[in-house]
């Protein structure tokens, strides 16, 4: 006769889930910030996307709202009106340059920096880098327009003064009124102000790396520039990626280096607006200015839909190359 063996097995229960209404009524608070905030995205972001149709009507503004919808329709008609413009070469081409210019000057200072900030082992010091180089993302640009127009003025500005003491120039240089300057001043506000903004990611991506790397890089020998090439920076590669693919996504507009339409428009002037002037102040003055409200609406979807093209074609090809993509 075989022994009796005891099941010492744990008995199994049914635990039903609960159901989705009930789970919403125990989330009922952060759901209600997550409803708002959709509900604010809605009024401001998707319903305004109606007045793309302006761009394929005869709009005008007598008509209203409902002119939106009851315009005769013209087709392309603006869009082929601006591609024949005088200034149409003028104004892409300021939109490219200032735009490109920004992007690959401003781009990697931000790595640099970080990496940099990442070796100082001295923290109040860091701290101190830190703080100062994003303070001056939070100014906003009419302030940066006005504190150009004190330190780079032919006539009381600081900076032509230093330069002329030191001897390096005998006469001031109109950074602000001449075009052949507009472009570096662009470059050159961007990087100051927004350098030490996107620091911060960089930062944080690096500080997720495991300290066990370079401590086994530095027991082998591996110097301090071979342990940032070979760790730090194939260990932030994704987040680079994604940066420079959101960077390249807003390309026309500046939006990750410093908006463009502001700076053309507080820094751009009569004088050197044959540098200044780029899409979106020119799709600003044809309709708010001029009151051609389907021109300027049209000049709008064509950045748009380019950008929109840019930040596909720019994930593809990181996919592609990389294996990291936006998504």
Do not use: C
Request: no cysteine.
């Amino acid at each position: 006769m075989k022994p009796k063996v005891q099941d010492t097995r744990l008995p199994i229960y049914s635990v039903s889930k609960p159901s989705v209404w009930k789970r919403l009524r125990k989330q009922a608070s952060p759901q209600l910030f997550v409803i708002v905030g959709l509900i604010v995205l809605f009024i401001f972001q998707y319903l305004p996307m109606f007045g793309i149709l302006m761009a394929f009507k005869d709009y005008s503004i007598t008509d209203g709202i409902s002119g939106i919808f009851t315009s005769h329709w013209v087709g392309f008609k603006y869009f082929i009106q601006f591609f024949h413009d005088y200034q149409f070469k003028t104004i892409v081409t300021n939109t490219l340059a200032i735009s490109f210019l920004k992007l690959i000057f401003t781009f990697p200072i931000p790595i640099i920096l970080a990496l940099m900030l990442n070796e100082v082992r001295i923290s109040v010091v860091k701290r101190i880098v830190q703080t100062t180089s994003y303070f001056p993302h939070f100014i906003s640009w009419v302030v940066v327009a006005g504190l150009a127009s004190v330190f780079l003025s032919t006539d009381t500005g600081l900076f032509n003064d230093f330069l002329m003491k030191l001897g390096i120039i005998h006469h001031p240089i109109d950074f602000l009124s001449d075009p052949h300057h507009f472009w570096g001043l662009a470059v050159g506000t961007a990087m100051w102000k927004e350098t030490g903004w996107w620091t911060i990611i960089f930062l944080a991506a690096v500080s997720g790396i495991d300290p066990t790397l370079y401590e086994a890089a530095q027991i082998d020998g591996a110097g301090r520039l071979k342990r940032i090439w070979h760790i730090t920076l194939p260990a932030i590669r994704g987040t680079i990626v994604v940066v420079l693919i959101l960077a390249i996504g807003s390309l026309l507009g500046g939006g990750l280096v410093g908006s463009n339409f502001e700076q053309s428009f507080l820094l751009g002037n009569s004088v050197n607006s044959g540098r200044s002037e780029i899409l979106q102040t020119y799709a600003f003055q044809m309709g708010l200015a001029q009151g051609r409200y389907s021109y300027a609406t049209a000049i709008d979807l064509l950045q748009s839909v380019i950008s929109v093209i840019l930040i596909f074609g720019s994930n593809w090809i990181a996919k592609k190359t990389t294996k990291t993509g936006l998504f």
